[in-house]
């Protein structure tokens, strides 16, 4: 059974950092890549980032770049987001997703991704 439990959520203040983690379960990650998504309230899920863990490469959206850093523990099964100098904005429902990616694909896009976490939250406030 395929399975991924997002951690690490909490409430920081602007500026401070947070790593969440998105545990794989039920299958390896070796062939697939993992994204993460947010949600904040009346808005859509957007792509913030995405790990093809096939070959390594790693995307990430402009409101977040050179902020959170994905990374990748194969023995642990595990993807982290490393997110920095965060902002209230960043505040949204995080969620990690898998999808073996096949052909031409959007790392970025939701609805590429066939496996979904339950989300944790991240509030930016002071």
């Known amino acids: 059974q395929v399975q991924l439990v997002e951690s690490g959520g909490g409430l920081v203040q602007p500026g401070e950092s947070l790593r969440l983690s998105c545990a794989a379960s039920?299958?390896?990650?070796?062939?697939?890549?993992i994204g993460w998504f947010r949600q904040a309230p009346r808005k859509e899920r957007e792509g913030v980032s995405c790990i093809n863990n096939s070959d390594g490469s790693t995307y990430y959206a402009d409101s977040v770049k050179d902020r959170f850093t994905i990374s990748r523990d194969n023995a642990k099964n595990t993807v982290y987001l490393q997110m920095n100098s965060l902002k209230p904005e960043d505040t949204a429902v995080y969620y990690c997703?898998?999808?073996?990616?096949?052909?031409?694909?959007?790392?970025?896009?939701?609805?590429?991704?066939?496996?979904w976490g339950q989300g944790t939250q991240v509030t930016v406030s002071s």
């Open positions: 997703a898998a999808v073996m990616p096949r052909g031409y694909w959007s790392p970025l896009g939701a609805y590429e991704y066939d496996y």
């Open positions: 039920g299958f390896t990650l070796d062939y697939y890549a």
